[in-house]
């Protein structure tokens, strides 16, 4: 009970920790994103998409209704079967293509407990699938994805505000003008916007190296063909 006290303070009101939900709804059918680089050799990366095509449950779970609207479970599956949208990953006996198992992920948190007039440290290890729902999400989790029809808000933001990076990010994840549209208006100003003095001077910089480059090689060439 003392853990799962110093547990609830240490949390607060966050409804995720290290990127570990606090729930997590899923179906077969759902369209998921990954939110942390699971075996980046394979491409199962932070912001890659998929589909569940399958949730095999612990051994120990109860039985439920399968015929209610939703169902909680008392323990985590032990893995979900998502269809990937890409992957490195060769195929598995009995699975379809680009189909891969997803395991939970485990997550160290470490609390301070006072027992007495000691205070005690104690490692708590938290386990959940690193996934959420892929219906919407951030231009972060979109770069380098080319997605077949794509719905975007370039709008004003709650808070902070856009930059160019984000409206390239944004406005290039789809084929063309006909596979991409606006959620809403938006500020033309957005566009208009300058860069930063900062990555205008490193964008100058990596153009001046690549010109020397350039010429260093040019002239490399020239001396192996006089000799």
């Not at 505000?161 to 990010?169: A, E, H, I, S």
């Not at 964008?203 to 192996?224: F, H, I, P």
Request: charged share 25%; proline share 5%.
């Amino acid at each position: 009970m003392v853990e799962r006290y110093a547990l609830a303070i240490c949390l607060g009101k966050q409804k995720s920790h290290k990127n570990l939900p606090d729930q997590l709804e899923l179906a077969i059918g759902a369209k998921v994103l990954v939110t942390k680089n699971i075996e980046t050799d394979l491409d199962i990366t932070n912001g890659m998409r998929g589909e569940i095509v399958d949730i095999v449950l612990d051994p120990c779970e109860p039985k439920h209704d399968d015929n209610g609207p939703v169902t909680h479970l008392k323990y985590l599956p032990l893995y979900i079967l998502v269809k990937m949208k890409r992957t490195r990953a060769q195929k598995l006996a009995g699975l379809d293509e680009n189909v891969i198992p997803i395991e939970p992920t485990s997550q160290k948190i470490y609390l301070k407990i006072r027992r007495g007039k000691k205070i005690v440290s104690r490692t708590l290890i938290r386990k959940q699938f690193s996934m959420t729902s892929a219906y919407a999400f951030t231009d972060y989790h979109s770069q380098g994805q080319t997605i077949l029809y794509v719905l975007i808000d370039i709008g004003k933001p709650p808070t902070g505000k856009l930059n160019l990076f984000n409206l390239y990010v944004a406005l290039s994840r789809s084929s063309g003008r006909r596979t991409i549209q606006l959620l809403r208006d938006f500020q033309p100003e957005a566009l208009l916007m300058g860069h930063e003095p900062e990555v205008m001077a490193e964008d100058n910089r990596l153009e001046g190296l690549n010109s020397r480059t350039k010429r260093w090689w040019d002239k490399m060439k020239e001396g192996s063909v006089s000799r």
